[in-house]
């Protein structure tokens, strides 16, 4: 049986010292818990390891670190100047129509009203109307299940930007 190689950006993200990978790290989720449990974790021996950490640190996030972690994401249509991951990941807002961009703005507005925080999906890969229907579908839930929903889709962005992470050479 041959084993697979270990991907060079995660012998890169194990060899980092704890400041700069909790800087790399904290680029790919604002939760401070997340952070941590992902550092305490190191090293990991395969990409699956890590991920699997992930998902196991997103599962353990109480309220306030599901908050902060939220907090790092920009509403749906209005990626974060200068913040090429939220740009790339809404990719599917970028040529979309004036009408659906002010209809995305006031479903994100009411989604906000209604649950406290940012409509949040895995946006990679979406149109601007899959996105539409998805936060009008969930605009309807209530906040427990929301909530659940949520963390899923964190811990789906997450595992792309980890993966992202790990197709880097160098810092």
Known sequence: M?????????????????PAARAELHEVCASTAWVERLLDARPYATADDLYAASDAAMAALMTADLEQAMSGHPPI?????GDPSSAREQRGMAGASAELRAEMLE???????????????????RTGEQMRDAVRERIGNPPEREREIVRT?????????????????TA
């Open 2 to 18: 041959t084993s697979t190689p270990t991907p060079s950006g995660l012998t890169r993200l194990n060899a980092l010292e704890e």
């Open 77 to 81: 249509g209005r990626p974060k100047p």
């Open 107 to 125: 479903l994100n507005l009411a989604y906000q009203e209604k649950f406290g925080h940012v409509f949040l999906i895995c946006a990679t890969g």
């Open 153 to 169: 889709e964190l811990g789906k962005i997450n595992r792309i930007r980890l993966a992202r992470l790990l197709e880097e050479e």
